[in-house]
């Protein structure tokens, strides 16, 4: 045996010195679906944010001399029965989608995991009740428990973020629950325990970061799920009220004028339908990487 | 088996009443004085006395709980605080619409997941599994009324194969099956996409066990080992994934009702929200949740018919 046969020189440099966060990076920028929904997905952002700008007419603005206009050079997406330009109504229905999926997301994120890890750290009779309600609120359809929570608080834009974020918080105490009642055990949190940290404390310095990964990749592909929830109440006329245009709304106005004007609900219905799916690839490509196992 | 069946149902119980009691309490925290909401700001104070004692809104909120349940149980829904007319016969005439809508759709997903998620899962990283797998991620992503308003606008609108609105006169079936078809298929192909991507995972994982290689090895056709062994044990996770995405698609369902102008519990459920008619909202909601339960229960039992392990735990 010579040094020659063990020489590390058959390693690549990267793979030695390479940090595990960068090796999660090249591994999600390998998954070229995942990569693909993201850029969709930013796209869409850059829609919402900068919607005033690349909207080439007022989305409220009427028309009465371009009502009904097909797709043209002009209006890209067509107008509607009052003359207002699809294409702008559109882009600025993006950011209803967006602020809803991304906010009620977030709200049921901060709620949901808090619910969890108090349950799976408090256990006994707190933990139990506060599981069986989560079991409870799953058990329905996302969308009719959004409906009724909407009878009680009204239509609106914030409204509607409260209510999918109620909606999607029994999720992620559902998914911060059994890895935290897991961690409960480890030796680091009766190690701080001892030297007397106090119960929030542990939750959010020793168990939190122990479960962060997994809501983080979750809440990528609940957004998903939340956005669809949007569409669907605001589809139904139970979100936000019009003239504001939301995708949702555009898809149910346009119904009736599929035969002659089928524009109106076509492309507001397939901007929900990449929005999910951008969104869907980006999540489950994040979820290769933290676990591996469901790489197919 | 029975003992497992009668565990089941007596364990559905206390999760149908907590139900129960979370629709109740929702509407009761709704703001504003339902009796106001309904008679309008301009109603004397003697109309307002007189409706809440006919609704009994005046009682305390135990009181209103007991006979609430005590109705429930005796089948009275209560009445349409608007048009008077009770909840029950309401519910009775658009119950068959949803529950159709919603079992073609299974039915459906069922039928055509199934088979292309075996087939995905054999010809792994072929031209049939991409196709699949993209279908299926095209599948979960599409909501599921925008679906319908595709098939009605490809199919009916301008190939004109199937009615657009309705469901149909009630006495001819296949009248009936005809305005189904569309709405049917709307729900189905959401459903097809879940139940395939989860065949398809579950088939992989069961194809690399011994087992399989052992049932391959003593020389059985390619036939029997896919359906008689591997698709036996992966029947589990996908009659999950059915339980779980036959509540979204109840759900769904709503939206889809709306679309094709169905006479179902969703079209009540929306009027009554528009109208604000919370004794309507209240039993539309309680049938949902039912409904919701029992297909979870139905889950459960199909579990132990499947897994005999099950049975005994």
């Known amino acids: 045996m010579t040094d020659e046969l063990v020489s590390t020189r058959a390693i690549p440099e990267w793979a030695v010195k390479e940090r595990p966060r960068r090796r999660r990076w090249r591994t999600f920028l390998r998954n070229r679906t995942a990569v693909a929904g993201m850029v969709v997905a930013l796209l869409v952002v850059m829609t919402a944010l900068f919607a005033p700008w690349i909207a080439p007419y007022d989305p409220l603005a009427q028309n009465v001399f371009y009502r009904l206009t097909p797709p043209e050079r002009t209006h890209l997406m067509g107008t509607d029965s009052y003359g207002r330009d699809v294409f702008s109504r559109l882009i600025w229905g993006a950011r209803i989608s967006l602020a809803v999926g991304i906010l009620s997301v977030a709200f049921g994120m901060i709620a949901g995991s808090l619910l969890g890890l108090l349950a799976a750290y408090r256990g006994k009779t707190l933990g139990a009740l506060i599981m069986r309600a989560v079991d409870v609120l799953m058990s329905f359809p996302d969308e009719i428990l959004g409906i009724m929570i909407l009878a009680v608080l009204g239509a609106g834009l914030d409204r509607l973020i409260i209510a999918i974020g109620i909606v999607m918080t029994p999720r992620f105490a559902r998914l911060s629950y059994g890895p935290a009642l897991a961690v409960k055990e480890k030796e680091y949190v009766e190690a701080a325990r001892a030297i007397g940290s106090s119960d929030w404390k542990i939750l959010l310095r020793h168990i939190l970061p122990n479960v962060a990964g997994e809501i983080v990749v979750m809440g990528s592909l609940w957004t998903a799920t939340a956005i669809r929830v949007e569409a669907n109440l605001n589809f139904l006329g139970l979100g936000v009220p019009p003239p504001i245009p939301t995708w949702g709304n555009m898809v149910q106005s346009g119904i009736d004028q599929l035969t002659y004007a089928p524009w109106l609900s076509l492309f507001p219905g397939l901007a929900i339908m990449i929005t999910i799916l951008a969104f869907n690839m980006l999540g489950d490509g994040l979820r290769d990487i933290i676990d591996p196992r469901l790489q197919e | ?313």
């Open chain 2, 1 to 313: 088996m029975a003992r497992y069946i009668v565990r089941r149902i007596l364990l559905a119980i206390p999760t149908l009443l907590t139900v129960l009691t979370l629709v109740f309490l929702l509407l009761r925290v709704a703001p504003g004085d339902p009796a106001v909401v309904i008679l309008g700001q301009y109603a004397s104070e003697e109309t307002l006395q007189a409706f809440r004692e006919r609704m009994g809104l005046n009682r305390p909120l135990w009181i209103q709980y007991l006979s609430f349940l005590s109705d429930l149980l005796r089948g009275n829904l209560g009445e349409s605080l608007i048009s008077g007319v009770p909840v029950a016969e309401q519910v009775r005439a658009a119950l068959p619409y949803t529950l159709e809508l919603t079992a073609s759709g299974i039915f459906l997903g069922a039928l055509f997941g199934v088979p292309l998620g075996v087939l995905t899962a054999v010809r792994r990283n072929s031209f049939v599994d991409y196709l699949g797998r993209t279908f299926s991620l095209a599948g979960l992503s599409v909501p599921a009324f925008f679906l319908g308003i595709l098939l009605m606008y490809l199919l009916s609108i301008k190939l004109n194969l199937f009615p657009t609105l309705g469901a149909g006169s009630p006495g001819n079936l296949m009248d009936r099956l005809f305005h189904l078809t569309l709405p049917g298929l709307a729900l189905g192909l959401v459903m097809t996409a879940y139940v395939t991507r989860m065949t398809r995972s579950a088939m992989l994982n069961v194809l690399r066990e011994d087992y399989i290689r052992t049932a391959r090895a003593k020389g059985l056709r390619e036939q029997v080992v896919l359906y008689r062994h591997a698709l036996r044990s992966a029947l589990i996770p996908i009659i999950s994934i059915i339980g779980i995405y036959s509540i979204v698609l109840l759900g769904s369902s709503v939206m889809v009702e709306i679309v094709f102008s169905r006479p179902g519990l969703g079209k009540i459920m929306l009027t009554a929200m528009k109208q604000r008619d919370y004794a309507v909202l209240q039993s539309v909601m309680v049938i949902y949740a039912a409904f919701a339960v029992l297909l979870n229960l139905l889950t459960d039992l199909l579990y132990g018919l499947v897994d005999p392990r099950i049975r005994y735990d």
